[in-house]
């Protein structure tokens, strides 16, 4: 069973992605909202896969990224975008993001984006 941690900031969309992970088997060992949050829980809970927002109030997702990725080079993150983010997905693949999520969440995209990991 893969664990996941969840940071976003919306309590919404955090308890929508836990619905769905945990009804396909996977362990959500954590959540956070904001990128440092993200980051803390990260190094603490060593999660075989991230999804991270990327807009989050203080540190973002991408900045939480780019620190997931340097303390640990093959962290698996999954990026979280809403309409409108090219430039942001485009940033977030030159920081390590190996897999997209578009909100709103739909059950099949976000169980295949995981899978992908
Ligand atoms: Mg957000």
Known sequence: ???????????????????????????????AINGQEGFDQYVKL????????????????????????????????????AAGQKEKMMEAVKFGAIEFITKPFMEESVLSALRRC
């Open 1 to 31: 069973m893969k664990s996941v941690l969840i940071v976003d900031d919306s309590r919404t969309s955090r308890r929508f992605l836990r619905d769905i992970l945990e009804r396909a088997g996977y362990n959500v060992v954590g959540e």
């Open 46 to 81: 060593v999660p075989d896969i991230v999804t991270m927002d990327i807009t989050m109030p203080g540190v973002d997702g991408i900045e939480s990224l780019k620190l997931i990725r340097k303390n640990n080079p093959n962290a698996k993150v999954v990026m979280i975008t």
